[in-house]
Every structure is written in structure tokens, then in C-alpha cells.
């Protein structure tokens, strides 16, 4: 398993709700907490496919986007 692998595996939603709600100021009601849980995972799962990704040395972001 690479690092950030077991980063995301041990990647906790419901710690970070915690942790961070309070200092952005958020409010999450019992009514909304499950679905920002499930949002928050989700959007993990798709952050460690990205960082799986490999990318060869000479790579480099693109300047501009163009569809």
C-alpha cells in the first residue's frame, strides 16, 4: 500500500466533520450530518484515485484550459 493509500484508508469523515465545522463556522443539523458523511467519503474515494494516478517527472499542470 503507497502512503497515500493508507492515507485515505485511514481517512475518517465523521472526525473531520467534527474538526472542521466548528472553525468554518458550519452548522450540520442531525437531518444533514449522514449525507455530508457520505458526500465527504465519496469525495475521498475520488481525491485517492487521483493522487493514484502516476504521473511521469516531466509533467506539468496545464496553463490554460480549453474545451
Known amino acids: 500500500m503507497s502512503r497515500d493509500e493508507d492515507l485515505f484508508a485511514q481517512f475518517d469523515p465523521e472526525a473531520v466533520i467534527d474538526a472542521m465545522g466548528p472553525l468554518l463556522g458550519l452548522t450540520i443539523t442531525d ?37
Do not use: K, W
Open 31 to 67: 437531518e444533514y450530518r449522514r449525507g455530508v458523511i457520505l458526500n465527504l467519503a465519496l469525495t475521498a474515494q475520488f481525491a485517492a484515485l487521483v493522487m493514484a494516478f502516476p504521473l511521469g517527472d516531466h509533467a506539468e499542470p496545464a496553463a490554460v484550459f480549453t474545451a
